[in-house]
Every structure is written in structure tokens, then in C-alpha cells.
T-cell receptor, first 113, second 114 residues
Framework: AQSVTQPDIHITVSEGASLELRCNYS??????LFWYVQSPGQGLQLLLK??????LVQGIKGFEAEFKRSQSSFNLRKPSVHWSDAAEYFC???????????FGTGTQLKVEL | NAGVTQTPKFQVLKTGQSMTLQCAQD?????MYWYRQDPGMGLRLIYY???????DKGEVPNGYNVSRLNKREFSLRLESAAPSQTSVYFC?????????????FGQGTRLTVV
């Protein structure tokens, strides 16, 4: 079955430290891949997306993600985390030619000052 | 540009009551979605609609019905609410029927069933 897995439920980092949030997918063919961020009480905002081409994708707010086909992964990274990055992060996948957008269970990021 | 608008923002229902959650988008998108968000479970797809007049079941459709009234509107109905349907509901839309772009989300409806 098609699925998206985010293995880390909670992550805590210190402000200024680097961040990596993991995402793995299980699809027959490479899907379109997305990272969204959700601040408390808010809707979801797109950080970045991967459709094809360059495997390192740049997004908003200084985030980037790397697509690795061999590992079926699409990990989100940020070199230096700011306190305002504290939020919940969701990885999502969409099969090519399809409409069913599937989300992972999310990773809650806490930033220590 | 309002984007995706959901109403109401908050609702409390008694078990067995019915209600309809409304969603409208003004971006001329083809695809629309309804998700529910529960702690530790991420967003789970309830129903989606690739275009006006079509709807498909997602992961958790039981207890819900949907209606794609026109291209702009996609409503979610709970016929007989149950406490297990206490959740935050999100509507989303995306531009193309093949879905090859990102989805845009509403602000959510927080539903409590007592």
C-alpha cells in the first residue's frame, strides 16, 4: 500500500543548531513529494516540493530537502534553526497521475533557547 | 484573494446530531480534499474530488458523506455524529485534476462531539 512514514514523532533542537527531519515513502513509482509546516492552531503551509530534476530542493524560510531514490527518502533540513521554526512538520506524497495526497503522521519540532 | 475558506471554525455537536462542514475555494482549482487531523495520526484523507461531479473515498470515509456542489464548493456531512468524529477537519484544493502541484489548505474546523 502507498504510504508515507515520518519515524520521529518529536524532535528537540537548540536554537542555532542544524535540523534534519526524516521522511520515507512507499510507492510503486516515485511520487511527487512535499513538506508542509503547521503552526499551532493554523492550517498547513507548503515549505517545498519535489517533482523531478535536481534532487536538492530549496524552499521557503531557509529549508531544503534532498530526494534520495535509493533510500525512498525525502528528508528536510535546515542549517540553523530559529525559535520561530517550532511547529509540526508533515511530509506528503502524491502518485504521478493521481489525486490521492497522503500525509505522514508528522514530526513535532521543539526549539530550545 | 481568500484562498480556501472553511465554515464554521468551531462546532460542538451532541451524539447523533448531523451537520455539514462547508468549504469553498476561489482559485479555480479542480481537485478538492477533506482531511481529519488527530494527535499522533497526522492528516488522514476522508474524501477527495478530482473535478466537479466526481468524488472518491480516502482512508477514513465511514460516517461521512461529501458533495461537490460546483467547482468552488466541497462540503462534508456528518449524518449522525459520534464522539470518535471529534477532530480538526481541513479542506484543501489543488489546481490540476492530475494533482501535479501542491494543495492549499483552509484554516480548519474544530469539531467536538459530546
Amino acid at each position: 500500500a502507498q504510504s508515507v512514514t515520518q519515524p520521529d514523532i518529536h524532535i528537540t533542537v537548540s536554537e542555532g543548531a542544524s535540523l534534519e527531519l526524516r521522511c520515507n515513502y512507499s510507492y510503486g513509482a516515485t511520487p511527487y513529494l512535499f513538506w508542509y509546516v503547521q503552526s499551532p492552531g493554523q492550517g498547513l503551509q507548503l515549505l517545498l516540493k519535489y517533482f523531478s530534476g535536481d534532487t536538492l530542493v530549496q524552499g521557503i524560510k531557509g529549508f531544503e530537502a534532498e530526494f534520495k531514490r535509493s533510500q525512498s527518502s525525502f528528508n528536510l533540513r535546515k542549517p540553523s534553526v530559529h525559535w520561530s521554526d517550532a511547529a509540526e512538520y508533515f511530509c506528503a506524497a502524491l502518485p504521478g497521475g493521481g489525486n490521492k495526497l497522503t500525509f505522514g503522521t508528522g514530526t513535532q519540532l521543539k526549539v530550545e533557547l | 484573494n481568500a484562498g480556501v475558506t472553511q465554515t464554521p471554525k468551531f462546532q460542538v455537536l451532541k451524539t447523533g446530531q448531523s451537520m455539514t462542514l462547508q468549504c469553498a475555494q476561489d482559485m479555480n482549482h479542480n481537485s478538492m480534499y477533506w482531511y481529519r487531523q488527530d494527535p499522533g495520526m497526522g492528516l488522514r484523507l476522508i474524501y477527495y474530488s478530482a473535478s466537479e461531479g466526481t468524488t472518491d473515498k480516502g482512508e477514513v470515509p465511514n460516517g461521512y458523506n461529501v458533495s461537490r456542489l460546483n467547482k468552488r464548493e466541497f462540503s462534508l456531512r456528518l449524518e449522525s455524529a459520534a464522539p470518535s468524529q471529534t477532530s480538526v477537519y481541513f479542506c484543501a484544493s489543488s489546481p490540476l485534476s492530475t494533482g501535479a502541484t501542491e494543495a492549499f489548505f483552509g484554516q480548519g474546523t474544530r469539531l467536538t462531539v459530546v
